[in-house]
């Protein structure tokens, strides 16, 4: 007779197909979802009644199967295929897509999940998100843009907030300094006089000395006095070598005397002391006769070094600032002599100021075994010390190579600027940039051809690399490394729990995730300017749609066929 088991069997598979159905559609509707995972449903039979578990053959009897009657169908769970989706271009520099068994990491308020959906955008705070405002998790840079692989942290960009300046390290010269030039052998003579024929008195009508306070020096064109305490002498307009000296003043006090003004004219004309006389005799610096009281300015030797001042380039000023007179009358009467020459090069401090260092060489002398070269550095922003830095000599061989590349330290006080000081690099005059050398090519000529070191720069956009990293471009002409995308990989991705937004947490068998970098770990690349598209087959749906269709017909039809024999038991009974 009718069982009314059958209508419970039928129902289980009216539940199950329509679970599968369920499955298939959510498939389907989400065949364009970004990185989507398509998902199956597996069906297993219930425990059916056992009637007679059979028997073994015996020697007078054949064995027997089990007598068993299924109780219909339940669902075994579903099942998530992790196959990497296709990946379609975008053209959108934030879309990435990961080409491997990788997972984004993101964090939504104290909570981590885990995503392949790599729709990323900035938001406006300029951290790096997801498509729903999850914060992507990477590693930072230190403060010399390298990676730190050490926490994971949200990955902030702030495009037109992020400045950076980077101090100038080392510098490499090229060129030719001409070895059949003339060797130095006198500095620029340049007197100052108070008439066009004598030099300074006191107001007492002696001769001027090193030790007479300016205020005593008497006015030859008055019976006063030629300075006052509160004005200023102002240098504006000398030149050294033919390039204009910077404007700077000496303030005039009660106990400033000529040896502050000696004092004054060497530092900022750049004259610097060599302990020796040049081969002329003349020591360089300024000094004062004190038998006329005229003063005589000796440059350093090389032709770059000639030293010329006109009565208008040293102005006395009154504490007004108005021009009060033209104190002093010049004569320019010799110019330095030997080969040499002179190349300027921008470095920049640590804050990205802009620092103007000039590099001179002068022919010292020569030999049957080379030549040997005096190197002087200047800089007109070397702050309070006047422009001239440091010197020393550099030698060249019988064929004109570099005998010691020994590195030159330069540094350049930066006192009051805020910046770090002083800023010292390194000048190489042999590199992989180019070399110098003393062969006989006039002119002399040499250039900077390498310098580092950056002004001041704002992040104008970024880019993601490959493996990760994220490269920022600023307005400088700089890129920096700017962090780290950081991807998870687990071993067993179907453990994983869906929390819908394309979306993973941890499941109870999905493992503890590891950390890695793009292409770490079988994690994959990214592929930038794309995303991976859903893994779904449309031709597997349909088929799966069409079978469990029919699955689900066959199964009310067991239910209607059931009924129709319970009728029929029925009608026996009338």
Do not use: C
């Not at 009897?61 to 990946?87: A, C, H, K």
């Amino acid at each position: 007779m009718a069982s009314t088991t059958a209508f419970y069997t039928a129902l289980s598979g009216l539940n199950a197909h329509a679970r599968k159905l369920d499955v298939i559609g959510n498939n389907i509707a989400n065949v364009n979802t970004t990185s989507y995972k398509q998902t199956r449903l597996n069906l297993e039979n219930r425990f059916p009644r056992n009637y007679r578990p059979g028997h073994e053959p015996g020697d007078t009897i054949g064995g027997t199967n089990p007598y068993q009657i299924g109780l219909g169908v339940g669902i075994s769970g579903t099942q998530r295929s992790f196959t990497t989706g296709s990946i379609s271009p975008t053209g959108d520099p934030l879309d990435v897509a990961i080409d491997g068994d990788g997972f984004f990491l993101v964090q939504s308020g104290d909570n981590t999940y885990y995503t392949r959906n790599g729709a990323l955008h900035q938001d406006a705070n300029s951290d790096l998100v997801a498509v729903n405002g999850e914060k992507i998790l990477g590693y930072g840079v230190d403060s010399d843009y390298n990676v730190v692989e050490d926490t994971l942290a949200p990955i902030n960009l702030p495009i037109g907030g992020l400045q950076i300046a980077e101090p100038t390290t080392l510098a490499h010269f090229a060129g030719n300094l001409n070895a059949g030039g003339d060797e130095a052998t006198a500095g620029s003579v340049t007197r100052l006089l108070a008439t066009a024929t004598g030099g300074f008195e006191t107001l007492d009508g002696d001769p001027a000395a090193s030790t007479t306070a300016l205020t005593d020096i008497a006015d030859p064109g008055t019976s006063g006095a030629l300075f006052a305490v509160g004005q200023t002498i102002r240098l504006d307009g000398a030149t050294r070598g033919g390039a204009q000296v910077p404007t700077v003043e000496l303030d005039i006090a009660a106990e400033t005397t000529i040896a502050d003004l000696l004092s004054f004219l060497d530092t900022y004309l750049g004259v610097h002391d060599t302990d020796t006389a040049n081969p002329d005799g003349l020591y360089p610096g300024a000094t004062i006769d004190p038998d006329t009281g005229i003063i005589t300015v000796v440059g350093n030797t090389g032709a770059n070094s000639t030293i010329e001042i006109d009565p208008s380039d040293l102005k006395l000023i009154d504490e007004d600032g108005s021009l009060a007179a033209l104190p002093f009358v010049t004569s320019n009467d010799s110019a330095s002599t030997g080969e040499s020459d002179r190349s300027g090069l921008i470095v920049y401090d640590s804050l990205g100021n802009a620092v103007e260092v000039s590099v001179q060489f002068t022919l010292e002398s020569k030999t049957a075994s080379g030549t040997t070269w005096r190197y002087d550095l200047f800089s007109p922003d070397n702050e309070g010390g006047g422009q001239y830095l440091s010197s020393g000599t550099v030698d060249f061989d019988s064929i004109g190579a570099l005998v010691a590349n020994d590195p030159i330290t330069v540094s350049v006080s930066r006192a009051g600027t805020g910046a770090v000081t002083p800023l010292t690099f390194t000048m190489l005059l042999s590199s992989d940039d180019g070399r110098m050398t003393a062969l006989a090519d006039n002119p002399s000529q040499f250039s900077p051809v390498f310098r580092d070191g950056v002004p001041t720069g704002t992040l104008e956009q970024f880019a993601i690399n490959d493996d990760g990293l994220i490269i920022g471009a600023f307005d400088n002409g700089v890129t920096r490394t700017l962090g780290q995308i950081a991807l998870a990989r687990f071993i067993n991705n179907q453990g994983l729990v869906d929390e819908g937004g394309s979306l993973y947490n941890v499941g109870p068998n999905s493992g503890e995730p590891t950390v890695y970098t793009p292409g770490e770990g079988a994690t994959g690349p990214l592929v930038t300017g794309a995303l991976e598209l859903s893994n779904v087959d449309l031709g597997q749906e349909f088929i799966d749609l069409i079978l469990t269709s029919t699955g689900y017909s066959a199964s009310s039809r067991v239910i209607q066929t059931t009924d129709q024999l319970m009728q029929q038991l029925l009608v026996l009974g009338r």
